[in-house]
């Protein structure tokens, strides 16, 4: 079927279209939560914010001006997941690196259905899981903002000026937050396994 | 030359330098294999990020759940937005609080300011102006009526088209929710209200013009699909085929309706499309398809009701894209004789569409179609010039085309059909399998098996949503407690100098399985290493198609843990023979071998070494060194050039064996064959013994000569020389006289022979086993009974099990 472009669904949903509001959370919905889950390494708070987020687009829908609704959505989330996160912070001592209601914070049982074609076998998964694990706790040591730049820039493929554009912040200041990322990343990230024996 | 170091490396891997330092740090590493590695190493590091997904499905609860709260809580833009007007007017405050923004940025020259301002503060108010005129008598409507349920569809449909094309509405990837649907078809409703049952009201036929409508100009004269009720995909994994059939509900006007269907980006068969009404059939009439000029992939059907309301219709149509395959996972005991084995199946959509709520079934087995179904969804048109088919008829694709389109593509859908769910695929078949339709969630899905004469239907319990590009996992079975032979296999020639594992079982009922073929797929299997259910990886083979009753070797690959090590410890040549010039012309090379088997496993272990001797001529001498029986090697010849031992070693230990192998060389060959036939006569036995495995029957079965001397010669020797009474039992003509004897295993000649009776029979048969055998002799110069004449002959019969008599 012929992809509309974020343009005309929100056009639609404007003109009074709710099926396009629909269509807008369906399309972005599994970045978003991608998003949301990484930046706040919690499946519950991150489903929070994803709802949180997308009632702000409904809520301000129409103040959204360009065609491509990615930038301005993950501006949204983002500011939706720090926000978020601060106020859990003020309020409760809760370890990140032990999300509740989901033994791996991010894989949870639900999802064991739709695992893509490369399902990994179990001892595969063993060494996968440790690698998320090791991903996310050298994630979670990043600052939000670098966290935030590098995790679109890196996994969403977002440009920098896109980048800029969610994060309300220059070009360059992207540019020092995905350096400052990646070099610590590379400092907390194990070097691969060296090569055959 | 400096190097670079690692932040420089990671600018350059994340494209964070200017073009200027780029261009030189890509001079380095052009020439610095140092940096080259540095880097390499780098990304191999960062590599690891790509263990997490970038996105993260939510759950269709999830979905509802932010829909309806947003519903709930509307926004202060879209509340009360129904209204066209609104929505414009909405659209204008929206534009001038963007334009505000933009105006409110330093960059904007003053005069620009000014002028943006008075411009579009006219054309709003032109504008709304103009929409309010227009609309005007719908503001006074407090209820919702056609107007207000057709206006977001002409003006949604209008903006959502508006980058595509002006003569179709689209329909999004997502569906959109019914009631847009229902909205969409109200528009084309007529506003006669009358009696309806059950959502639909029954009009005259003579309400309908004759002639139907030239093909719409605009979308609001189309009916559009809506979000399907029910899907049911019928996956033929050999051809890359999927029949998809789901039903829906359309909003039929009275009188003609056109109905739009659009595939593009999708990989359907356009020719294979289907419309079929699920009620009122004789009050709706699909009369035919027609391919819009100009338009790429948009079908559109032309119906006659005679009904007005929602009417249920089934759509049925072949596409590609969708896949499964089947792997498996077991796991062995501790002991490794008995295996749990689970399976699954992974259904793979790359349709460019996704099937919500729907039932999936998977064929195995082979179909045969003439066009492939990609080929066919690829085409410019469904029929037309670039797809030229005389044979259909369909020579164009700017015309309406007549109803045989349809009945071309029924006819391909029943051969499939007939495999799959209803008919025959070439009147062979009968015998439909169940098309299930289940609602809810069990939680775990279940696969419902059906056998098919040549074919094996899967359907999935339940219904699944089976999304664009994703893939689903599902579990097929869950067998415990399978009994394994686990055996290593030694095999120089076939396998290399490792042993590889094999693990076999049965496809039946004795296994715990024989219910359904197994479809072919990859098998890991496991074992369990204590009671903690520990796991050890033990290997991985594929499965082929294995029917009921079929036994399943799986091949696990080399085993680490378990080696076969053969030592040649001497080598000779002797018996040379020489032509008449004293040339050799034939010998015997002589080999000595000592073989090891370590076993470092904690479990005994069943080993089958095979020994090529690259020559058909050659002859062995094996040394056990076992001190009991349990450990003693079985040897036989497996066939002409292969020897083959069987051993238990017991855990953690080695065992040694040691033959030597002679092989006859050209002319030695000849002495060689010699000594087998010598051998074969030697080992050749015949002899009187009431426990032998060889019983021969013999009768007189003629009165004409009462008694009838017989002489039978086994290999020229008489074994058996006596007098047969055709009277010698209690009945006549029913007396079997059994000789036994004792037979080693081979081919014997067989001479009877009647001196009195006037009659021979030479013939020959084979020992293997245990056989019985009769010798009759007829005699019947008259006719008797109805039956003869008979001349004088002996008949002999031999059957590998006891023989009843009448």
Redesign the interface.
Known sequence: MTQLTDRNLMDAYLAGENGAFEALVRRHGAAVLGYLVKMTHNKDHAEDSFQETFQKVHEHAATFTGDNLKPWLFKIATNTAIGNWRKEKKHAAVSLSVPVGCPDGEHCPTLESTLPANTPQPHEKLQLDEQRRTVRAALDKLPEKQRAALILNYYHKLTYHQIAESLDCSVNTVKTHIFRALKKMAALLPNPAGGIE | MNHLN??KL??YA?D?LDADERHAAQQHLDACGDCRNALA??K??????D?????????DA??T???T???Q??????TG????VA?VW??V???C??RSTLLSQPNIPPYRRVWVQWSAAAAAVALVCVLFLQNLPDTRVKKPDPMWAK??AS??GD??V???DSDAI?????P??D??MAALSTAVRSDKQAAFTNGVRVVSADEIPDVPPFAPASAIELVVLPKPDKTQVTIYNSKDLTLVRDTRKLTLKPGWNWLQF?????QIDPTSLSLTPLSHADKVDIQLISYPARLK?IGRWLIRSEVEGAVPFEITYFASGLSWRAFY?GTMNEDETTMDLKGYV?V?NNS??DFENTQTRLIVGETRLTEEIRTLAQRRYPYGPDIMDDKEGLISHEINYPRDWKDISNRRRDLLLGAGIAGSLDGRYSGAPIVYWWDGDLGV?EIEKTGLSEYFLYTIEGTEDL?NQ?????PSFDVNDIPVKSLYKYDDDRYGKQPVRFVSFKNDTEHELGETPIPEGNI?I?RNLNDAQN?S?VGGSNIKYIPVNEDIELNLGPARLVKVEPVLIDQKTENHTFDPKGNIDGWDDIETYKVTIANTRDIPIDIEITWNMGTDAWELDYVDTASTAKDAITYKKHDKNRARYMMTVRPKSEKVFGHTIRKYRQKRIEVYIEKQIEQEQENKTFTEDKNGNFTLYVSNQSFAVNPVDIQVFVDGKKVISEKFDVNGGKMPQHNWIPFHFKVNPGNYDLRVESKKGKAVLNTSFEIKDKHWAVIDYWNYPKVTGGAGPTPPSFTFNIQNKPIGFQ
């Open positions: 690692e932040d990671i600018q994340f964070l190493a780098l191999a590091k960062f590599a690891a990020m263990a997490l997904d970038a996105d993260e499905i939510p759950a999830l979905i759940r932010t829909i709260q947003c519903k809580k509307p926004g202060t833009e879209v937005s129904r209204h066209p929505n909405h659209r405050i929206a534009s609080r963007s206006h977001p003006e949604s903006a959502l508006a980058k595509k689209q329909i999004p990837a997502t959109l929710p009631d847009r659009m595939w593009a980006n999708t992939d996972m992974n793979s460019g569409q899905k999304t994703w893939t689903k996992r599902l890991k496991y796991l990886y």
